[in-house]
């Protein structure tokens, strides 16, 4: 019981630190305090919005430099194992306290937030079920060898419940297992470490969350240059996730013009739709990494992240499963931007299955341009950026690509 932790979530503070925050009422009448008590856990164990944008993380830890890391990070809700511990900590650092007792967790009012479960075996799962709860929030302990199965199991069970269930994590990539079980993931995790790299790393994880609901801004470009020239070594990215129609990789010579590159998900008469396949190009060119930064195709290997978008600069994360490299016919297809001066140029393989993504004509437009049928006039959709790059990160310096 001398062990502690810290409250927190993706956003700056969580649904937790916000019932805390209302539970500082003890000088109300008793009734209206037990209505606000009640209204604040309902707040923290709502369930999480699709993509997981909302997802509580409770740190167990006994080191400060893990809490002065989590608090840097503005996750102030700490659980402690005493309030003299708790009242110790409270003296370096604003925080909003929470307490263990045994299996079952308080506010400084002695109310119950939430209660421990302990689950080593499938009896012990199977009482774990939105019926037999006794409060809302659930902390979840797998002992077992199985952590992933029992966790989607969970996740199926309480779907829909406004209980909040989060389960014991040793490591920052456990905890992401967690997150995204059965794709929507448990509501949070509880990260039981004593290092703070952890701190750091899944506080990353949710900065890729974070970035992936955000919107590229994508700039229009007339292809001012088609040129057959000659074999080149290009390279096949193949994802560990199926890309729909308008999504692709961002690719390009130069790092201050991406073009984007549509996926192989398209039916043909002569060859199998392959939705996981993006035909990127030769071996030199640039392909955007989250992160902000780029990598050269040649770099990428499996289990390396990339960002996929569609027509629209909506993007997401997926991860790189395999990559092929063989000599092909190539392609160069130069641009200008339609509202600048860019030129903006890429190699591609000379290839009916290979295409660049156009701005949406409606209607039924094509967006698709195979390479074998482009030609000077057509418009396709880039991205601009900043130039210089030193190991795939944006610097500000005199450059000239050409």
């Known amino acids: 019981r001398n062990s502690m932790a810290v409250s927190c979530s993706s956003s700056s503070v969580s649904g937790s630190a916000k019932a805390l925050a209302c539970l500082h009422t003890s000088h109300l009448a008793p009734q209206?305090?037990?209505?606000?008590?009640?209204?604040?856990?309902?707040?923290?164990?709502?369930?999480?919005?699709?993509?997981?944008?909302?997802?509580?993380?409770?740190?167990?830890?006994?080191?400060?430099?893990?809490?002065?890391?989590?608090?840097?990070?503005?996750?102030?809700?700490?659980?402690?194992?005493?309030?003299?511990?708790?009242?110790?900590?409270?003296?370096?650092?604003?925080?909003?306290?929470?307490?263990?007792?045994?299996?079952?967790?308080?506010?400084?009012?002695?109310?119950?937030?939430?209660a421990i479960s302990e689950i080593s075996s499938p009896s012990e799962l199977q009482l774990i079920q939105p019926d037999n709860v006794e409060v809302q929030n659930n902390v979840i302990h797998f002992r077992g060898d199985w952590q992933v199965i029992p966790a989607e199991n969970i996740v199926?069970?309480?779907?829909?419940?406004?209980?909040?269930?989060?389960?014991?994590?040793?490591?920052?990539?456990?905890?992401?297992?967690?997150?995204?079980?059965?794709?929507?993931?448990?509501d949070g995790v509880v990260l039981k470490v004593e290092d703070m790299d952890d701190i750091i790393k899944l506080k990353d994880y949710f900065d890729r969350r974070n970035e992936a609901k955000s919107q590229l801004q994508l700039t229009k470009a007339t292809v001012s240059k088609v040129e057959v020239v000659g074999m080149g070594d290009r390279v096949c990215v193949d994802l560990c996730s199926i890309m729909r129609p308008g999504e692709g990789l961002l690719v390009g010579s130069y790092a201050r013009g991406m073009f984007l590159v549509h996926s192989e998900c398209l039916e043909t008469n002569y060859i199998a739709s392959r939705p996981f396949r993006v035909n990127a190009g030769p071996v030199h060119a640039y392909v955007t990494v989250p992160g902000n930064k780029t990598s050269y195709l040649s770099e990428l290997?499996?289990?390396?992240?990339?960002?996929?978008?569609?027509?629209?600069?909506?993007?997401?994360?997926?991860?790189?499963?395999?990559v092929k490299i063989e000599s092909r016919p190539?392609?160069?297809?130069?641009?200008?931007?339609?509202?600048?001066?860019?030129?903006?140029?890429?190699?591609?393989?000379?290839?009916?299955?290979?295409?660049?993504?156009?701005?949406?004509?409606?209607?039924?437009g094509?967006?698709?341009?195979?390479?074998?049928?482009?030609?000077?006039?057509?418009?396709?959709?880039?991205?601009?950026?900043?130039?210089?790059?030193?190991?795939?990160?944006e610097i500000q310096e005199f450059i000239v690509e050409k």
């Open 32 to 114: 209206r305090t037990a209505r606000l008590r009640l209204q604040c856990i309902k707040m923290c164990s709502a369930p999480a919005a699709p993509g997981g944008s909302k997802k509580t993380v409770w740190v167990w830890t006994e080191n400060r430099q893990v809490m002065t890391a989590a608090v840097e990070r503005g996750w102030n809700t700490f659980l402690f194992g005493s309030k003299e511990v708790g009242k110790d900590w409270s003296s370096t650092a604003r925080i909003h306290p929470l307490f263990i007792d045994g299996l079952e967790i308080f506010d400084e009012g002695n109310q119950k937030v939430a």
């Open 156 to 186: 199926a069970a309480f779907q829909g419940c406004a209980g909040a269930v989060l389960a014991v994590s040793t490591n920052s990539t456990e905890a992401q297992v967690f997150l995204e079980a059965l794709e929507q993931g448990l």
């Open 301 to 322: 290997q499996s289990g390396r992240e990339v960002i996929v978008v569609d027509q629209n600069g909506l993007w997401r994360t997926s991860i790189v499963g395999r």
């Open 330 to 364: 190539l392609i160069l297809v130069e641009a200008k931007e339609n509202s600048g001066n860019g030129t903006y140029s890429i190699f591609l393989q000379n290839a009916e299955t290979v295409a660049l993504i156009g701005p949406d004509r409606g209607s039924g």
């Open 366 to 393: 094509r967006t698709a341009i195979p390479v074998t049928s482009l030609k000077v006039g057509d418009e396709v959709l880039v991205r601009k950026q900043g130039g210089a790059r030193h190991t795939g990160i």
